[in-house]
Antibody, heavy 120, light 108 residues
Framework: QVQLQESGPGLVKPSQTLSLTCTVS??????????WSWIRQHPGKGLEWIGY???????YYNPSLKSRVTISVDTSKNQFSLKLSSVTAADTAVYYC????????????WGQGTLVTVSS | DIQMTQSPSSLSASVGDRVTITCRAS??????LNWYQQKPGKAPKLLIY???SLQSGVPSRFSGSGSGTDFTLTISSLQPEDFATYYC??????????FGQGTKLEIK
């Protein structure tokens, strides 16, 4: 059974960089065929896809966030990470990591989510 | 980017009812449409992928249909555990995978 777990600071100051890591267990990121994504949900709102990374390191980002987002992968640790720079209060959200299946690009496994608050 | 519009935004129904939720895309997305269920404080759960394929482990009372721009999620006989928020998601455009705004299904 694949499991994903987000980790990182729950509070980030405005203008700083938000950094989160997703640890994958029960399956290998290097096995291929899956796209490892970050998705966020503003409080009481809908879902916003941030971007994904393939095990090879190729990435794709939501154009609305592209200038501030970096997603990286560490296959040796079976982890992938999100960095979002120059954060504002509008970046306060629950951040989820998820596995996207190649082809249909649906998200079949999700982490539990972690709330990140941007505040001074 | 492709906009996804769900209707209704909220819905009240009773246990045993048949319920249909609609999702419309701003342009054709073929069958690249997925449905999720989210309960408060939990991550979304994949129900239907590729418009009409039932995810493993999901009860058969859930079904999906449609192609192009118009899609539906149907729950044939509502159970108490089905009261939740439902989201559609298009996976057609790599310019950005977008979700609908959600449909909150409440107990009448």
């Amino acid at each position: 059974q694949v499991q994903l777990q987000e980790s990182g600071p729950g509070l980030v100051k405005p203008s700083q960089t938000l950094s989160l890591t997703c640890t994958v267990s029960g399956g290998s990121i290097s096995s291929g065929g899956y796209y490892w994504s970050w998705i966020r949900q503003h409080p009481g709102k809908g879902l916003e896809w941030i971007g994904y990374i393939y095990y090879s390191g190729s990435t794709y980002y939501n154009p609305s966030l592209k200038s501030r987002v970096t997603i990286s992968v560490d296959t040796s640790k079976n982890q992938f990470s999100l960095k979002l720079s120059s954060v504002t209060a509008a970046d306060t959200a629950v951040y989820y990591c998820a596995r996207g299946r190649g082809g249909d690009q649906d998200f079949d496994y999700w982490g539990q989510g972690t709330l990140v608050t941007v505040s001074s | 980017d492709i906009q996804m519009t769900q209707s209704p935004s909220s819905l009240s129904a009773s246990v045993g009812d048949r319920v249909t939720i609609t999702c419309r895309a701003s342009q054709s997305i073929s069958s690249y449409l997925n449905w999720y269920q989210q309960k408060p404080g939990k991550a979304p759960k994949l129900l239907i992928y590729a418009a009409s394929s039932l995810q493993s482990g999901v009860p058969s009372r859930f079904s999906g249909s449609g192609s192009g721009t118009d899609f539906t999620l149907t729950i044939s006989s509502l159970q108490p555990e089905d009261f939740a928020t439902y989201y559609c998601q298009q996976s057609y455009s790599t310019l950005g995978y977008t979700f609908g705004q959600g449909t909150k299904l409440e107990i009448k």
